[in-house]
């Protein structure tokens, strides 16, 4: 089983980091 956490990346990617919020959080934009 894979590993989950906050570093675990659980999305198919790829995506592009649109923005940087509070809380080292980021909000993606899919790359296609």
Do not use: F, Q, T
């Not at 990346?9 to 296609?32: F, Q, T």
């Amino acid at each position: 089983s894979r590993p989950k956490g906050k570093w675990a990346p659980n999305w198919e990617g790829p995506y592009v980091v649109k923005e940087v919020l509070p809380h080292n959080s980021y909000r993606l934009i899919d790359a296609d």
